[in-house]
């Protein structure tokens, strides 16, 4: 499982809920959809991003053992390459890579969850009936009607597009901070 997955997944569930509506989704269509309909759809994908977050997560932090042991076992062989290889057979540089994978991937884990931890927020924030639809669509891949999570998102565009432009502002200002320091 990965982001891939996940996005290919949600690719279906809309293809597969907006059949038969006007908002059908043709790849060999050359027809645009409007301005709004890209926004709704833009925001879709987001809170699909973010809702299957959480399972890419625990599928990680159980893989996260397999992981960490396949980078050490790498790391026993390298001695025996040829010196023309661009990987180095010291230890500390290897002891190093490590590290760096170990905490990358930690990164990573952090990251994902704090999508997850959005899309928890964003359900907060909103009516109780369009949370569970939110839920039940977004997180669990239930079935929905395309028209009545389209109007869902439609309700709550503003909300909705103000939490992702924050998360956005203080990425940008993280890596200008980083930029900095």
Not at 76 to 94: A, H
Not at 97 to 120: A, G, P
Not at 158 to 172: A, H, N, Q, S, V
């Amino acid at each position: 499982m990965n982001q891939t997955i996940i996005s290919e997944a949600f690719g279906e569930q809309l293809a597969l809920i907006t059949a038969n509506t006007p908002y059908a989704i043709e790849s060999d269509s050359d027809t645009f959809v409007s301005e709004l309909e890209h926004k709704v759809r833009e925001y879709m994908y987001s809170l699909w991003m973010d809702a299957q977050a959480n399972k890419l997560a625990n599928y990680l932090e159980k893989r996260q053992a397999a992981h960490f042991a396949q980078l050490y076992e790498f790391s026993y062989g390298v001695s025996m390459y040829d010196k023309d290889q661009s990987l180095s057979n010291r230890t500390d540089i290897l002891s190093f890579m490590i590290i760096d994978e170990k905490e990358s991937y930690k990164k990573r884990l952090e990251r994902i969850r704090l999508q997850y931890k959005r899309f928890k927020e964003i359900c907060e924030l909103i009516s109780v009936e369009d949370r569970k639809l939110f839920i039940r669509y977004f997180e669990q891949s239930q079935k929905a009607g395309y028209e009545t999570l389209r109007k869902a998102v439609i309700n709550n565009l503003t909300l909705i597009g103000e939490r992702y432009r924050r998360d956005e502002k203080m990425k940008e200002e993280h890596t200008r901070y980083s930029l900095n320091t």
